[in-house]
């Protein structure tokens, strides 16, 4: 069973503070997303990395997909109280399945 | 822009009662998922739809569970006989490639269900 463990699972900052999350598995994924959603709503995609060592920039956000694609962080530069939200990751299982696996996801809060 | 619309938004049900939850994927997409989230866990997959067909299920989709797409816009999920653990926040995904080639899945707001 492919398992994506996040961390933190909590993260409360100050307007202005960088932070970085982690999306780690011991299995390797032929991509990984990251997702943001709001209480109550959907997961909204934020990014897809696909090749190993990808970096991509989302105006403030960073996503980095490990070389080993067993892992990913998402970098976020002066965080804003807009940001405040669940962050999660999820991967595409290897062997040709169609289910995405989900982290539990990290719960970003930026107090003004 | 196009969105996945599912209904009702939340569902109160008695233990045994079926329930359908419908949605309205994004209209050139050609995979559909269900997907659910438990109160405080993971989002978890429960099966996907191609071609008129589940191409994939999980150990969660058992005899309960049933999708379909009944006249070519609306794909729905239903479960014959409700039981607790079923209560949870039922997300209908949508993508125009498969998954598991990155395709991007576009997801509903979901439909909550609450089994007394």
């Known amino acids: 069973t492919q398992l994506l463990e996040q961390s933190p699972q909590f993260l409360s900052i100050q307007e202005g503070e960088n932070l970085t999350v982690y999306c780690n598995s011991s299995s390797v994924f032929s991509s990984l997303q990251w997702y943001r959603q709001e209480p109550g709503e959907g997961p909204v995609l934020l990014v897809t990395?696909?090749?190993?060592?990808e970096v991509k920039k989302l105006k403030r956000l960073t996503f980095q997909f490990g070389d080993a694609r067993k892992d990913s962080s998402l970098h976020i530069t002066a965080a804003q109280p807009g940001d405040t939200g669940l962050y999660l990751c999820a991967g595409d299982s290897q062997g040709g399945s169609e289910k995405l696996v989900f982290g539990k996801g990290t719960k970003l809060t930026v107090n003004p | 822009e196009p969105e996945v619309t599912q209904t009702p938004s939340h569902q109160v049900t008695q233990m045994g009662q079926e329930v359908i939850l419908r949605c309205v994927p994004i209209?050139?997409?050609?995979?559909f998922y269900w997907y659910r989230q438990i109160l405080g866990q993971k989002v978890e997959f429960l099966v996907s739809f191609y071609n008129n067909e589940i191409s994939e299920k999980s150990e969660i989709f058992d005899d309960q569970f049933s999708v379909e797409r009944p006249d070519g816009s609306n794909f729905t999920l239903k479960i014959r006989s409700t039981k607790l653990e079923d209560s949870a926040m039922y997300f209908c995904?949508?993508?125009?490639?498969?998954?598991?080639?990155?395709?991007?899945?576009?997801f509903g707001e979901g439909s909550r269900l609450t089994v007394l």
């Open positions: 995904a949508s993508s125009l490639l498969a998954g598991g080639n990155t395709g991007e899945l576009f």
């Open positions: 990395v696909v090749t190993g060592g």
């Open positions: 209209s050139n997409h050609l995979y």
